[in-house]
């Protein structure tokens, strides 16, 4: 059985940082790339950064490129989003998930096969 368990979330003022981790059980990732996604209230959940675990090819979001980081601890089966400078429109539920995908297409929600439950992340103004 396959989980993925985020956390780290929390309550930062703008400009602040986080780091949010997702430890992945219940199977081999060798052919997946782990991602986090994000949802606002009302809005459609968003990529946000992704990696693969074979290689760690690296994507992010342009919204996101220069400000977070995705990176991995293959001994620990866990990926982390070290997320700086943090803005109010980066207030979401965050969600890690893992996709069996392309590298050209992990940036798209409906390849992921597995999702963790989220952690809140509020960013005061």
């Known amino acids: 059985q396959v989980q993925l368990v985020e956390s780290g979330g929390g309550l930062v003022q703008a400009g602040g940082s986080l780091r949010l981790s997702c430890a992945a059980s219940g199977r081999t990732f060798s052919n997946y790339a782990l991602g986090w996604f994000r949802q606002a209230p009302g809005k459609d959940r968003e990529f946000v950064a992704a990696m693969t675990w074979v290689g760690g090819n690296t994507y992010y979001a342009d919204s996101v490129k220069g400000r977070f980081t995705i990176s991995r601890d293959n001994a620990k089966n866990t990926v982390y989003l070290q997320m700086n400078s943090l803005k109010p429109e980066d207030t979401a539920v965050y969600y890690c998930?893992?996709?069996?995908?392309?590298?050209?297409?992990?940036?798209?929600?409906?390849?992921?096969?597995?999702w963790g439950q989220g952690t809140q992340v509020t960013v005061s103004p």
């Open positions: 998930g893992a996709a069996r995908a392309p590298f050209w297409a992990v940036s798209t929600r409906t390849e992921y096969n597995y």
